[in-house]
Protein backbone atom coordinates (compact mmCIF):
# COMPACT_ATOMS: atom_id res chain seq x y z
CA UNK A 1 0.00 0.00 0.00
CA UNK A 2 2.24 2.92 1.12
CA UNK A 3 4.77 1.70 -1.03
CA UNK A 4 2.82 2.03 -4.34
CA UNK A 5 1.43 5.21 -3.09
CA UNK A 6 5.61 6.67 -2.97
CA UNK A 7 5.45 6.61 -6.49
CA UNK A 8 3.39 10.16 -7.05
CA UNK A 9 6.76 12.22 -6.87
CA UNK A 10 7.33 15.55 -4.78
CA UNK A 11 4.90 17.85 -6.14
CA UNK A 12 2.19 16.58 -4.68
CA UNK A 13 3.95 15.87 -1.46
CA UNK A 14 4.89 19.54 -1.38
CA UNK A 15 0.87 20.38 -1.84
CA UNK A 16 0.48 18.30 1.09
CA UNK A 17 2.99 19.69 3.31
CA UNK A 18 1.35 23.35 2.86
CA UNK A 19 -1.95 21.84 3.85
CA UNK A 20 -0.80 21.11 7.23
CA UNK A 21 -1.80 23.78 10.07
CA UNK A 22 1.36 25.21 10.99
CA UNK A 23 2.19 24.93 14.89
CA UNK A 24 2.44 27.77 17.56
CA UNK A 25 6.03 27.45 17.37
CA UNK A 26 9.09 26.19 15.46
CA UNK A 27 11.63 26.44 18.34
CA UNK A 28 10.40 23.55 20.11
CA UNK A 29 7.26 21.60 21.30
CA UNK A 30 4.80 24.69 22.14
CA UNK A 31 4.64 24.48 25.78
CA UNK A 32 1.84 27.12 26.34
CA UNK A 33 -0.41 25.90 28.29
CA UNK A 34 -1.70 25.79 32.41
CA UNK A 35 0.54 23.59 34.00
CA UNK A 36 0.29 22.12 37.94
CA UNK A 37 2.10 20.71 40.50
CA UNK A 38 2.37 16.83 40.15
CA UNK A 39 3.72 14.06 37.50
CA UNK A 40 2.39 12.55 35.32
CA UNK A 41 -1.16 14.47 35.72
CA UNK A 42 -0.89 17.30 38.33
CA UNK A 43 -2.16 16.08 41.64
CA UNK A 44 -1.44 19.69 43.67
CA UNK A 45 -5.31 21.49 43.79
CA UNK A 46 -5.03 25.82 44.45
CA UNK A 47 -1.47 26.70 42.51
CA UNK A 48 -0.68 26.94 39.06
CA UNK A 49 1.92 28.33 36.30
CA UNK A 50 0.57 29.59 33.03
CA UNK A 51 3.23 29.63 29.79
CA UNK A 52 3.24 31.25 26.82
CA UNK A 53 5.67 30.55 24.55
CA UNK A 54 6.94 32.90 21.27
CA UNK A 55 9.82 31.48 19.76
CA UNK A 56 13.01 30.96 22.61
CA UNK A 57 11.24 32.68 24.96
CA UNK A 58 8.09 31.60 27.44
CA UNK A 59 6.83 34.35 29.52
CA UNK A 60 5.62 32.68 32.74
CA UNK A 61 2.78 33.54 35.44
CA UNK A 62 2.87 31.83 38.53
CA UNK A 63 -0.11 32.30 41.38
CA UNK A 64 1.30 30.99 44.60
CA UNK A 65 0.65 31.83 48.23
CA UNK A 66 2.48 33.14 50.81
CA UNK A 67 3.68 32.41 54.24
CA UNK A 68 0.59 33.95 55.89
CA UNK A 69 -1.60 32.03 52.99
CA UNK A 70 -2.42 35.51 51.25
CA UNK A 71 -1.93 34.83 47.23
CA UNK A 72 1.06 36.08 45.84
CA UNK A 73 1.87 37.11 42.25
CA UNK A 74 5.03 36.02 40.35
CA UNK A 75 5.84 36.56 36.64
CA UNK A 76 9.18 35.90 34.33
CA UNK A 77 8.47 37.80 31.68
CA UNK A 78 11.91 36.31 29.45
CA UNK A 79 12.41 32.89 29.93
CA UNK A 80 15.05 31.53 27.23
CA UNK A 81 16.75 28.63 26.17
CA UNK A 82 19.81 27.67 23.85
CA UNK A 83 19.32 24.29 23.97
CA UNK A 84 16.22 23.50 22.00
CA UNK A 85 13.79 23.94 24.46
CA UNK A 86 14.87 21.58 27.31
CA UNK A 87 15.69 24.11 29.61
CA UNK A 88 14.56 27.74 29.94
CA UNK A 89 15.77 30.22 32.42
CA UNK A 90 15.32 34.28 33.72
CA UNK A 91 14.83 36.17 36.67
CA UNK A 92 11.76 36.16 38.43
CA UNK A 93 9.44 39.34 39.76
CA UNK A 94 6.96 40.03 42.08
CA UNK A 95 4.42 42.79 40.94
CA UNK A 96 2.07 45.24 42.80
CA UNK A 97 -0.24 47.79 41.15
CA UNK A 98 -3.12 49.34 41.33
CA UNK A 99 -6.84 48.44 43.24
CA UNK A 100 -8.80 46.95 40.08
CA UNK A 101 -11.92 48.22 41.19
CA UNK A 102 -11.11 51.75 40.45
CA UNK A 103 -9.89 53.28 37.24
CA UNK A 104 -6.39 52.25 36.00
CA UNK A 105 -3.91 55.84 36.93
CA UNK A 106 -1.28 54.41 37.78
CA UNK A 107 1.82 51.52 36.32
CA UNK A 108 2.08 48.21 37.86
CA UNK A 109 5.66 47.64 39.10
CA UNK A 110 7.59 44.52 39.26
CA UNK A 111 10.63 43.47 41.85
CA UNK A 112 13.26 41.08 40.91
CA UNK A 113 12.83 38.41 43.85
CA UNK A 114 14.93 35.70 42.77
CA UNK A 115 15.16 33.55 39.18
CA UNK A 116 13.36 30.64 37.46
CA UNK A 117 14.01 27.33 35.49
CA UNK A 118 11.99 24.80 33.84
CA UNK A 119 13.52 21.66 32.60
CA UNK A 120 11.32 19.83 30.57
CA UNK A 121 11.84 15.82 30.46
CA UNK A 122 9.01 16.02 27.41
CA UNK A 123 6.13 17.90 26.05
CA UNK A 124 3.95 17.34 28.77
CA UNK A 125 6.16 16.93 31.67
CA UNK A 126 8.94 19.07 33.53
CA UNK A 127 10.62 20.28 36.66
CA UNK A 128 10.21 23.55 37.60
CA UNK A 129 12.93 25.24 39.81
CA UNK A 130 12.52 29.20 41.67
CA UNK A 131 13.91 30.85 43.95
CA UNK A 132 11.74 34.01 46.47
CA UNK A 133 14.13 36.32 48.50
CA UNK A 134 16.07 33.17 49.37
CA UNK A 135 13.71 30.53 49.57
CA UNK A 136 14.35 27.83 47.03
CA UNK A 137 11.29 25.65 45.40
CA UNK A 138 11.39 22.44 43.31
CA UNK A 139 8.71 21.01 42.07
CA UNK A 140 7.79 18.37 39.67
CA UNK A 141 4.78 19.95 37.02
CA UNK A 142 2.74 18.93 34.27
CA UNK A 143 -0.13 19.91 32.12
CA UNK A 144 -3.28 20.89 33.49
CA UNK A 145 -6.47 19.29 31.70
CA UNK A 146 -9.11 21.58 31.10
CA UNK A 147 -11.28 20.34 28.05
CA UNK A 148 -10.08 18.10 25.22
CA UNK A 149 -10.39 18.85 21.57
CA UNK A 150 -12.98 18.10 19.03
CA UNK A 151 -11.47 17.55 15.52
CA UNK A 152 -14.58 16.22 13.84
CA UNK A 153 -14.89 17.59 10.37
CA UNK A 154 -13.09 17.00 7.38
CA UNK A 155 -9.90 18.36 6.07
CA UNK A 156 -8.04 18.51 2.98
CA UNK A 157 -4.17 16.52 4.30
CA UNK A 158 -2.94 13.09 5.65
CA UNK A 159 0.02 12.26 6.94
CA UNK A 160 3.72 12.47 5.34
CA UNK A 161 5.85 10.12 6.82
CA UNK A 162 8.74 7.85 6.17
CA UNK A 163 10.26 4.27 6.80
CA UNK A 164 13.11 3.92 9.09
CA UNK A 165 14.77 1.42 7.36
CA UNK A 166 15.94 1.11 3.65
CA UNK A 167 18.31 2.83 0.87
CA UNK A 168 14.78 3.88 -0.33
CA UNK A 169 12.45 5.24 2.63
CA UNK A 170 8.82 4.84 1.71
CA UNK A 171 7.03 8.53 1.76
CA UNK A 172 3.25 8.22 2.61
CA UNK A 173 0.84 10.80 1.00
CA UNK A 174 -2.95 11.68 1.63
CA UNK A 175 -5.16 13.87 0.10
CA UNK A 176 -8.85 13.98 1.38
CA UNK A 177 -8.86 13.45 5.56
CA UNK A 178 -12.05 12.59 7.28
CA UNK A 179 -12.41 12.62 11.42
CA UNK A 180 -15.38 11.13 13.41
CA UNK A 181 -14.74 11.77 16.96
CA UNK A 182 -17.55 9.77 19.64
CA UNK A 183 -17.28 11.45 22.92
CA UNK A 184 -14.25 13.19 24.21
CA UNK A 185 -11.97 10.37 23.11
CA UNK A 186 -13.09 8.16 20.30
CA UNK A 187 -12.01 8.63 16.76
CA UNK A 188 -12.23 7.37 13.55
CA UNK A 189 -10.70 8.86 10.88
CA UNK A 190 -10.75 8.13 6.88
CA UNK A 191 -7.97 8.83 4.62
CA UNK A 192 -8.12 8.69 0.36
CA UNK A 193 -5.55 9.25 -1.51
CA UNK A 194 -6.15 10.56 -4.78
CA UNK A 195 -4.76 10.00 -8.41
CA UNK A 196 -5.53 11.14 -11.68
CA UNK A 197 -7.99 8.64 -12.01
CA UNK A 198 -9.49 9.03 -8.98
CA UNK A 199 -9.34 7.80 -5.23
CA UNK A 200 -6.28 5.30 -5.29
CA UNK A 201 -6.55 3.76 -1.86
CA UNK A 202 -8.78 3.99 1.77
CA UNK A 203 -7.10 3.98 5.20
CA UNK A 204 -8.79 3.57 8.18
CA UNK A 205 -7.79 4.98 11.77
CA UNK A 206 -9.36 3.90 14.30
CA UNK A 207 -8.16 5.03 18.20
CA UNK A 208 -8.38 6.98 21.33
CA UNK A 209 -7.51 10.30 22.51
CA UNK A 210 -5.72 11.14 25.46
CA UNK A 211 -6.06 15.20 26.22
CA UNK A 212 -2.72 16.66 28.04
CA UNK A 213 -3.50 20.32 28.67
CA UNK A 214 -3.95 21.67 25.15
CA UNK A 215 -1.97 19.28 23.74
CA UNK A 216 -2.28 15.25 23.55
CA UNK A 217 -1.83 12.12 21.61
CA UNK A 218 -4.12 9.78 19.38
CA UNK A 219 -3.40 5.79 19.56
CA UNK A 220 -5.01 3.19 17.61
CA UNK A 221 -4.74 0.92 14.54
CA UNK A 222 -5.45 1.38 10.65
CA UNK A 223 -6.04 -1.23 7.85
CA UNK A 224 -5.68 -0.12 4.00
CA UNK A 225 -7.61 -1.34 1.25
CA UNK A 226 -7.24 -0.79 -2.51
CA UNK A 227 -3.64 -1.94 -3.79
CA UNK A 228 -1.80 -4.53 -1.24
CA UNK A 229 -4.01 -4.50 1.83
CA UNK A 230 -1.79 -3.27 4.54
CA UNK A 231 -2.53 -3.41 8.58
CA UNK A 232 -0.68 -1.38 11.32
CA UNK A 233 -0.72 1.05 14.24
CA UNK A 234 -0.01 4.35 14.96
CA UNK A 235 0.36 7.18 17.41
CA UNK A 236 0.52 10.85 16.90
CA UNK A 237 2.12 12.83 19.66
CA UNK A 238 2.24 16.98 20.19
CA UNK A 239 -1.10 17.15 19.24
CA UNK A 240 -2.15 21.17 17.98
CA UNK A 241 -5.43 21.68 17.41
CA UNK A 242 -6.97 24.93 16.44
CA UNK A 243 -10.01 26.34 14.54
CA UNK A 244 -7.62 26.08 11.06
CA UNK A 245 -6.84 22.39 11.84
CA UNK A 246 -4.64 19.75 14.03
CA UNK A 247 -1.52 18.36 13.18
CA UNK A 248 0.67 16.03 15.50
CA UNK A 249 4.05 13.47 14.96
CA UNK A 250 4.04 10.60 13.86
CA UNK A 251 4.83 7.66 14.68
CA UNK A 252 3.63 4.19 13.05
CA UNK A 253 4.62 0.89 11.94
CA UNK A 254 2.77 -1.85 9.10
CA UNK A 255 3.25 -5.01 7.00
CA UNK A 256 5.42 -2.69 4.48
CA UNK A 257 7.35 -1.16 6.92
CA UNK A 258 7.78 -3.32 10.47
CA UNK A 259 10.95 -1.52 11.17
CA UNK A 260 8.51 1.48 12.13
CA UNK A 261 7.76 4.98 10.25
CA UNK A 262 8.73 8.78 11.73
CA UNK A 263 6.99 11.93 10.45
CA UNK A 264 3.46 14.16 10.40
CA UNK A 265 -0.22 13.59 10.69
CA UNK A 266 -2.43 16.50 10.07
CA UNK A 267 -4.77 18.11 7.69
CA UNK A 268 -6.09 21.93 7.08
CA UNK A 269 -9.64 22.02 8.20
CA UNK A 270 -11.98 21.77 5.11
CA UNK A 271 -15.04 24.75 3.81
CA UNK A 272 -17.02 21.86 2.68
CA UNK A 273 -19.51 19.67 5.05
CA UNK A 274 -18.02 16.55 6.34
Same mark, same amino acid.
Given at each position: #????????????????????????????????????????????????????????????? #????? /?? *??? @???? /???????????????????? $???????????????????? %? $?????????????????????????????????? +????????????? *????????? +???????????? !? &??? %? @???????????????? *??? %??? !?? @??????????????????????? $??????????? &??? !????????? &? #??? @?? &?????????
Amino acid at each position: #MFKSIARFGAAFIAAIGLSLPAAATTYSPDYSDLWGGGQPLPTEQGWGLNLIQHGNNLFAT #MFVYG /AD *NSP @RWFS /ASNLASSNGGVTWTGTLAQT $TGPYYGVPWNANATGQVVGN %M $TITFSDANTGQLSYSVNGVAVNKAISRFTFKGPN +IDGRYLGGAVATC *NSGPNPDIL +IYDTLRVTQTGD !T &GLS %M @RVDFYNGQGVASVCIY *NGT %MTP !TG @RSGKISGTYSCSGGATNVGTFNI $TNLETSINGFN &GTL !TASDNFCTS &G #MTG @RF &GGLKDTLPK
